[in-house]
C-alpha cells in the first residue's frame, strides 16, 4: 500500500491528493486541526463582535448615566429589557437599593453592604462572559503546533518505512513522503498562529471591559453611599 | 455564538476550495533549460606527464596534435591522423589514406633475381645433401648414387627462381624409384642417420662418410653466410619495426581523430610512469600517521630527514631502512632517525601504491621535515 503510494505521488502533488496519501493517523490529525481552526475563527468572530457590541453599550450607558437623568427613570427604562455589561450593574444595584427602601432599611452599612454584593455578583458574571472561550483559544494556540508536529512525526516515519520497503533513496521517492507529512505541521500552525494572536487581543480587551466594569461599580457605590448617607440620615436624626 | 461558527466554517470551506482549485501542483522545477555542469576528477599525474601534441606547435593550456578531417572511424585509436586503419608509422603528406593494414613482406626477397649466384643455390645444395646423407645410411650402395647425382644439380641450378621447396621433394622420390631395394627407408626422419653414420661408414666406406660430414660443415657455414649477408643486406632499423612490417605506404599515420587546434605536446601521452603527487603524498602520510612525534627536541625544524628503503610489490619493506638527516644538532638528529625508521616499519605494508607503476615505487626516497609531523 505504501509503495502504491509513493508510486502515485510521483504524477500527483496537489493538496488534495497529498491529504487523500496520507495515512489514517496523520488524516485523523489534519482534521482534527482543520476542525480547531473553524473554531478558533468562529470564537474570534463571536467575540470581535461581542466586545464591539459591549464597549458600544458601555458608551451609550456611560453617556446616558453622566447626562444628570434621575436614576429613577433610567432604571425604569433600563430594567424593561434584558441588558449586559455596566447596564446590568446599574440595574442590580438599583434593585437591591429598591428593595430595600421598600421594606424600609435599618442600617446603611447594612444596605451599602447588599448593594455592593450585587454588583459584584453582576460584575462577576459579566466577566466570566466577557472571557468565555477565551481559553480554548489558549489551548488551540499552545497545543496545535504539537499536534501537528505529532502529524508530521507520524507521517515521515510511515513515509521513511516506505522508503524501506521500496528500497531507493531517490528524491523523488522520499519527497512526496515528506510533504504530506510537513502538510500537517502546516495546518497545525495555520490553526495555532490565529489562536494565539486572538487569545492574547481578547484576553486583554477583556481585562480593559472588566477594568471599566470594575471602575464604574466603584463609583455607583459611592454615589449610592452618599444617597444613603442623604435620605438615611434626617429619619435617623428624626427618632 | 452559533451563528460565528457557521460563519468560521464557511470562511474556511470557501479558502479551502479555492486553495484545493488554485493551488495545485506547484510547478515543477524545470530541468530541461539547466545545462549540467560536469565535474571531472584529474589526478595531477595527467597535468605533469607528457600529453599528445605536436612538438612544433606553440604551447597552449590544452596539448594537441595536429586536427584530422575525417571522422572517427577506428575506436581507441592511438596514432593520429586520417587512416581508416591505425597504423604506428608517422603521418607522412601523402594524396591518399590507406584502407588496408597488411604485414610487410621482408625487402631483400626482390634483391636475388637479377643475379643468381651462388649464395641462394649453397643453401639449396645444403638441403640436397642432407638427403643424400639419409640415403647412403640404410644401403650399402651409396656409391652408385654421387655418380648418378651430379646431373641433378646441374638440372637445379638453372631452376632457382622457380618453387624452392618443392625440388627436393621430387629428388628424394626419384632415388628409390631407380633403386628398387630402399622403398621404405628414405622416409626415415633426417636428424638420425648422422648418427649412425660414424659407425656403418667406417665399416662401408669412410671416405662417403667424410666427405657427406665435410659437406654439411660447409653447408651450414653456408647458410649461417646466406642469414648474416641477408640480414645484414635488409636495411633493419629497430626504430622503425612498425615502418618494416607494413607493406603498404605510410600515408598519413593512424586512425585517431583530433579536432581541436594544434598545440605543443608529445607523440604519445604518457601516463603511469611516474607516482603522482597524490599518490606520493598518500605514501608519506601513511609514514608520517605511525610517526609518534616527540615535541620539544632542540632545533628539530631545522633537520630535514631523507628516508630510501625498498619495498615489494605487497607493499612491504625489503632490506634496511637508510636514513639521514641534515642540519640541526647531531641528538636530535639521531631521535629523529630512529623514530623515522621506526615509523617506516610499522606503515608497512604500504597501501594504496597502483601495482602496475611499481618499478617507480619499487625503491621509495621521501623527505620529512618537522613541518610534515605537524610539530
Known sequence: METSALAAATTDVSLWSLFMQAGFIVKLVMVGLLGASVWTWAIVIDKSVNYGKARRQFDQFEQVFWSGQSLEELYRSLSERPTGGLSAMFVAAMREWKKSFERGARSPIGLQMRIDRAMDVTLARESEALEARLSSLATIGSAAPFVGLFGTVVGIMTSFQAIAGSKSTNLAVVAPGIAEALLATAIGLVAAIPAVIAYNKFSGDAGKLTARMEGFADEFSAILSRQIDEKLAPRAAAQ | ?375
Open chain 2, 1 to 375: 455564538m452559533k451563528r460565528s461558527l457557521v460563519v468560521s466554517a464557511v470562511l474556511h470551506a470557501l479558502l479551502l476550495g479555492w486553495a484545493l482549485l488554485k493551488l495545485g501542483a506547484p510547478e515543477t522545477f524545470d530541468m530541461a533549460n539547466s545545462e549540467a555542469l560536469p565535474v571531472e576528477f584529474v589526478p595531477i599525474s595527467e597535468v605533469t606527464q607528457i600529453q599528445q601534441g605536436d612538438k612544433k606547435a606553440p604551447v597552449k593550456d590544452i596539448a594537441a596534435p595536429v586536427p584530422t578531417k575525417r571522422p572517427d572511424t577506428v575506436a581507441n585509436a592511438e596514432n593520429i591522423g586520417d587512416n581508416n586503419v591505425d597504423l604506428k608509422s608517422p603521418p607522412k603528406p601523402v594524396e591518399k589514406p590507406s584502407n588496408t593494414e597488411s604485414a610487410a613482406a621482408p625487402k631483400p626477397t626482390d634483391n636475388p633475381l637479377p643475379d643468381p649466384s651462388d649464395k641462394p643455390n649453397d643453401v639449396k645444395q645444403v638441403a640436397k645433401e642432407e638427403t643424400d646423407i639419409a640415403d647412403p645410411v640404410p644401403t650399402p650402395k651409396p656409391e652408385p648414387k654421387p655418380v648418378e647425382k651430379p646431373p641433378e644439380p646441374k638440372k637445379e641450378e638453372p631452376k632457382p627462381e622457380e618453387t624452392k621447396p618443392d625440388q627436393p621433394t621430387p629428388d628424394e622420390q626419384a632415388l628409390p624409384k631407380d633403386v628398387p631395394v630402399p622403398v621404405a627407408k628414405p622416409r626415415v626422419e633426417k636428424p638420425k642417420p648422422p648418427e649412425k653414420k660414424p659407425t656403418e661408414t667406417k665399416t662401408a666406406d669412410a671416405k662417403a662418410a667424410e666427405k657427406a660430414a665435410s659437406d654439411k660443415k660447409k653447408a651450414e657455414q653456408k647458410q649461417e653466410q646466406a642469414k648474416s649477408a641477408a640480414s645484414q643486406k635488409s636495411d633493419f632499423n629497430a626504430d622503425e619495426i612498425a615502418d618494416l612490417l607494413n607493406k603498404t605506404e605510410p600515408t598519413s599515420g593512424g586512425a585517431k581523430r583530433s579536432n581541436k587546434e594544434v598545440a605543443f605536446g608529445g607523440k604519445k601521452t604518457t601516463g603511469g610512469e611516474k607516482l603522482s603527487q597524490s599518490e606520493l603524498d598518500g605514501l608519506k602520510g601513511q609514514i608520517t600517521d605511525k610517526w609518534t612525534y616527540t615535541a620539544g627536541l632542540e632545533g628539530a625544524e631545522d633537520v630535514v630527514i631523507e628516508v630510501r628503503f625498498s619495498l615489494d610489490e605487497g607493499g612491504n619493506v625489503v632490506g634496511d631502512v637508510e636514513a639521514t638527516a641534515t642540519g640541526g644538532p647531531s641528538s636530535t638528529q639521531n631521535a629523529l632517525l630512529s623514530a623515522a625508521k621506526r615509523a617506516i616499519r610499522r606503515a608497512a605494508p604500504f597501501q594504496g601504491l597502483p601495482p602496475e607503476k611499481y618499478d617507480t615505487w619499487k625503491d621509495v626516497i621521501v623527505q620529512f621535515t618537522v613541518a610534515d609531523l605537524g610539530g
